[in-house]
Nanobody, 125 residues
Framework: QVQLVESGGGSVQAGGSLSLSCAAS????????MGWFRQAPGKEREGVAA????????AYADSVKGRFTISQDNAKNTMYLQMNSLKPEDTALYYC??????????????????WGQGTQVTVSS
């Protein structure tokens, strides 16, 4: 089992920045892949960014490329999402997720086994 706790959400104006953190604990063998996902009201959950925790592959949704950066600190078992140049369409509940194995399609939420409680990000125009 893996426990995930997100933090860092808030409300900002368009063009602003936020940093999200995800602290992981429990079975480290079940968190080889980690990612950030978001869900807006009336929409399906979508992948934002993902990373192989061993330091290999990363993936970003086209809508956030060049604006968001995913990173991790393995010693602290923490994953981060730096969000710059925020847009109103980025408004959503952001979730941290983990999986033991994904291999491909890192932004597919159905491949992930463990989820945090979510943190709200609101961007106003």
């Amino acid at each position: 089992q893996v426990q995930l706790v997100e933090s860092g959400g808030g409300s900002v104006q368009a063009g602003g920045s936020l940093s999200l953190s995800c602290a992981a604990s429990g079975d480290t063998y079940s968190s080889n892949y980690m990612g950030w996902f978001r869900q807006a009201p009336g929409k399906e959950r979508e992948g934002v960014a993902a990373i192989v925790t061993g330091g290999g592959r990363t993936a970003y949704a086209d809508s956030v490329k060049g604006r968001f950066t995913i990173s991790q600190d393995n010693a602290k078992n923490t994953m981060y999402l730096q969000m710059n140049s925020l847009k109103p369409e980025d408004t959503a509940l952001y979730y941290c997720a983990a999986a033991r194995r994904v291999e491909w399609l890192l932004l597919n939420p159905y491949k992930y086994d463990y989820w945090g409680q979510g943190t709200q990000v609101t961007v106003s125009s």
